[in-house]
């Protein structure tokens, strides 16, 4: 699963946007989470002894799943309240996948952590050890969080939806209405083997226009007529004709107006403004207050489920009172430790 999840990561996003086959895939997640937290948990409480390395095997996935229970109504509802369309499956899936990068690092440091248990086996240079190693860890599984939810972004899950159906119904209204303008200025091509005719103007001077007959026809009887391009000479692009009386017509040969894309394409989309496509949706924004939240939450958590690693100097207990909290611990453990 992890290999999966590092090698196709772009692959797990596109099924999480798809909505495929989700619970099979945060199944195989949880598995193996679990399985990793509880590997690395045993480390931990094998500080202790073998009843605390079983009792950490099994409190360990536990943190996780149950601060994941806590937050997520959290991140479904800020998702909800800002206009986004992720459901429950794709909500509880993006976080664990997450969970499981961070239980997969988690266990990846084990054999280090096993390692300074053996060679230096001090209780609070342990304890801060194993701190540094669940935080980096879960650094690096909240940065895949964040990256699943780009994609998600990118894919307009995260934006509300009656934006989206608003500029889609602008653009096909201008594809609409621009279509027969351009169809209108660009003529047929003569067929092979058709006697090209070369182009004739016919047109008003300052007093009239010039008749078959030598008379003169007044400027204001005078009517455009249409005209038939001579057919290009090999290599040299075509280029569009315009008729008498449309509105390229003011445009000199070569130039076209804004927005025109060439012969027999549409009319270009209006230019998007600078930082328009780049605009970040509330609920992108209030991911990262979440993450803070799902930190506070965890540490606090582990805090109440304590002890992990057991101190050497204390009986076994499945529980601590709870006392004080995890930031003074962690405080007093460095002024103890320097």
């Known amino acids: 699963m992890i290999e999966r999840i590092l090698r196709d990561r772009q692959g797990i996003w596109q099924q999480i946007v798809a909505d495929d086959d989700l ?27 073998v009843l605390m390395a ?12 149950i601060t994941l229970a806590i937050c997520l109504p959290t991140l ?8 986004a369309r992720l459901s429950v499956r794709q909500s509880v899936a993006l976080v664990m996948v997450a969970i499981t990068v961070t239980s997969m690092l988690a266990v990846a440091f084990a054999p280090i952590s096993l390692f300074f248990l053996i060679t230096a086996p ?70 092979s083997g058709e006697p090209v005719a070369e182009p004739v103007a016919v047109g008003a001077g300052a007093n009239g226009a010039a008749g078959a007959n030598g008379t003169t026809t ?18 040299v692009p075509a280029q569009p004709v315009v008729l008498a009386g449309h509105p ?48 506070f939450v965890g540490t606090q958590l582990a805090w109440t489920l304590r002890p992990f690693v057991g101190s050497p100097g204390e009986d076994f207990a499945l529980f601590r009172s709870i006392e004080g909290n995890f930031y003074a611990e962690i405080l007093r453990t460095l002024g103890n430790l320097f």
């Open 23 to 49: 619970n099979a895939l945060t199944g195989r997640m949880l598995a193996s989470s679990a399985v990793a937290l509880a590997c690395y948990g045993a480390v931990l409480g094998a500080f202790h002894g």
């Open 54 to 65: 079983l009792t950490s095997a099994v409190k360990l996935p536990l943190l996780f799943l």
């Open 76 to 83: 479904y509802l800020f998702n909800l309240v800002f206009g």
């Open 122 to 191: 001090d209780y609070g240079f342990f304890k801060l050890l194993n701190v540094a190693i669940l935080t980096l860890s879960a650094l690096v599984g909240l940065r895949f969080l964040t990256g699943g939810m780009q994609v998600l972004n990118a894919h307009g899950l995260l934006a509300p939806p009656t934006a989206a159906a608003a500029a889609a119904g602008a653009g096909a209204t201008q594809a609409a209405v621009a279509a027969p303008a351009v169809q209108a200025a660009v003529p047929a091509q003569p067929t």
């Open 218 to 235: 007044p400027a204001a009887e005078a009517q455009p007529v249409s005209v038939v391009p001579a057919q290009p000479a090999a290599g």
């Open 248 to 295: 390229m017509a003011a445009f000199p040969p070569g130039m076209v107006p804004p927005g025109y894309a060439g012969a027999g394409r549409p009319w270009a989309t209006p230019p998007v403004r600078r930082g328009e496509s780049e605009q970040r949706p509330a609920s992108m924004t209030l991911l990262y207050v979440w993450i803070l939240l799902f930190g």
